[in-house]
């Protein structure tokens, strides 16, 4: 399906924003909009990780536990992070209790803690120049750019990043929309 469709209160919204409650407050409250500082990031990047190999509307409806077990995504917290912490969050049902994702989310807090000028001014130092076209369906939002290959294979990967991806299923993408 492309293009805009009604959603329960007859607003035009992309298909997958039109059905659960959940993921239509994220359409119209989130997706597309522009993200800023170290914690509102670090939680975009670690949630993504959590989120690979699930649908994003587990990650949606756990995001609540996730902002507590990891200390509201304070990056300086959880680069803290110890052993303890480690079966604290395993033992967490509220999130999704992966080790490999656990300690990539702690290893990638020590990363941004150690960024030279921060997350948010490398991660919206690939924010393409210039304006785009809008999308006018689903099908013209691209899950990868250039930008986004070059941030997650050259950049985050240099500067110690684990379990990153270059598509965000255009979630976090400033100015897609489709309407």
Not at 31 to 44: D, I, Q, T, Y
Not at 133 to 142: C, E, K, N, R
């Amino acid at each position: 399906m492309t293009g805009v469709v009604p959603g329960p209160d007859g607003l035009p919204r992309c298909p997958w924003g039109a059905g659960s409650a959940d993921y239509t407050a994220y359409h119209d409250d989130e997706w597309g909009r522009p993200v800023h500082g170290e914690a509102p990031l670090f939680e975009r990047i670690s949630l993504e990780a959590f989120q690979s190999g699930l649908s994003w509307i587990t990650i949606l409806r756990k995001r609540e536990a996730f902002r507590a077990a990891f200390a509201g995504f304070d990056p300086a917290v959880v680069a803290a992070f110890d052993d303890g912490d480690v079966d604290r969050l395993l033992a967490d049902a509220g999130i999704v209790r992966n080790r490999l994702k656990v300690l990539a989310t702690i290893a990638n807090a020590e990363a941004v803690v150690a960024l030279d000028g921060g997350l948010d001014e490398l991660l919206w130092s690939f924010a393409p120049g210039g304006d785009r076209a809008a999308p006018v369906s689903t099908a013209d939002v691209v899950a990868v750019t250039p930008e986004s290959t070059a941030m997650a294979k050259d950049v985050l990967g240099s500067a110690g990043f684990s379990l990153r991806a270059s598509s965000s299923r255009s979630r976090n993408r400033v100015g897609s929309s489709c309407r």
